[in-house]
């Protein structure tokens, strides 16, 4: 059954009777209308024949010319309510989680149809780039992208070898098929499905080093006197090999004893020390089953999205001044 749509007409009677029932049954005014007279009384007595007429003459004045308005407005409301339209769980009008997760894929298909486009752009000149987005592992992506958790589709247009995409596509196209998650649980599994296949991407892509390819997200991130602030960085990367050994196993008083230690010995050569670094944090991921450039692309790709980014701007205008906190103190306790 389909609700028929409320008219402005019938929103404009819709608000006019509304506007009467609370001027006279919530205030206590009498009905005015377009014409009230002077001599009109304020008030609205319920007693008064006069005024229960006047009352009604004043309602019917508006709904006459819009018939069924009233019941086209609430039935309409009350048809977006109860039909997953808007948020039940909000005490304001926001639209369900479900279409916001929803439109937020699209944004994200369209993202990656560019990004394709984009690809094929720069891999064809351009007598041979209509051609190739036409290819038979083309069609089999596009036809990945019509569907929701096909994100797969990402590393297929990175393969540059026609049988591997295939192969990667049709495989990609049986998890699909026997995917049976409820939805909101697909969409949570696309988005981290988009980062580790950005990250995916962004390697298979560009012959540029990882380290080349942080600087570009610095800058656009902190501007490059902070990006080249040397006493910044070193803040921020022992806060974060402190965060990986916490996350560990290492105790505070551990940690505590080895700044110690390493601050009683003399000065390193950076040099040699961003070696050991290097060699240390490649045998923490070799004990702990990790691979250290998958975990850097990955976390690369997940910082470069927008609203990352606009986090980490606020984050640091937020940044108490001449600190090395990246927050201050009341904040950081607040939230252990």
């Known amino acids: 059954m389909k609700m028929a749509k409320a008219t402005e007409k019938d929103l404009d009677a819709a608000l006019a009777v509304a506007g009467v029932i609370e001027n006279v049954c919530g205030s206590g005014y009498y009905p005015s209308t377009p014409e009230t007279d002077a001599d009109d009384p304020t008030f609205f007595d319920p007693d008064d ?3 229960l007429r006047a009352f009604y003459d004043r309602l019917e004045a508006i709904v006459e010319p819009a018939p069924g308005s009233l019941f086209r407005v609430v039935g309409g409301l009350h048809t977006i309510l109860h039909n997953n339209i808007v948020d039940p769980d909000q005490d304001v009008i926001e ?29 064809h000149d351009e007598s041979g780039c209509h051609e190739a987005i036409h290819s038979t ?52 599994r696309l ?31 902190f501007g490059a006197e902070i990006a080249t602030d040397g006493i910044e960085r070193n803040h921020r990367f022992f806060e974060e090999a402190t965060e990986a050994v916490q996350a560990n ?61 606009a986090k980490i701007r606020a984050k640091q205008a937020a940044k108490p001044k001449h600190s090395p906190l990246p927050e201050f103190p009341a ?5 252990s």
């Open 191 to 221: 988005n981290q499905r988009v980062i580790e296949l950005n990250a995916e991407n962004t390697a298979l892509r560009t012959a540029a080093p990882f380290q080349a390819r942080v600087r570009p997200w610095m800058l656009q991130c």
């Open 137 to 188: 592992e083309l069609q089999l992506v596009d036809g990945l992208l019509m569907r929701v958790g096909h994100m797969e589709a990402l590393a297929v247009s990175a393969g540059g070898d026609a049988e591997r995409a295939i192969e990667r596509a049709r495989l990609a196209e049986s998890r699909l098929e026997s995917a049976t998650q409820p939805f909101d649980e697909q969409m949570a």
């Open 95 to 123: 639209l369900h989680p479900r279409l916001v997760a929803g439109l937020e894929a699209v944004e994200k298909l369209g993202q990656i149809r560019a990004s394709i486009a984009a690809y094929y752009a720069k891999e």
């Open 49 to 51: 024949r006069e005024h």
């Open 331 to 335: 904040a950081v306790q607040g939230q």
């Open 249 to 309: 196993g290492m105790t505070r008083s551990e940690a505590h004893q080895l700044v110690d230690y390493t601050f009683g010995r003399p000065d390193g050569e950076l040099h040699q020390e961003i070696g050991g670094v290097m060699v240390t944090l490649a045998a923490l991921c070799l004990a702990s089953g990790l691979d250290m450039h998958a975990a850097g692309e990955t976390e690369l790709a997940r910082i470069s999205v927008p609203e990352t980014v």
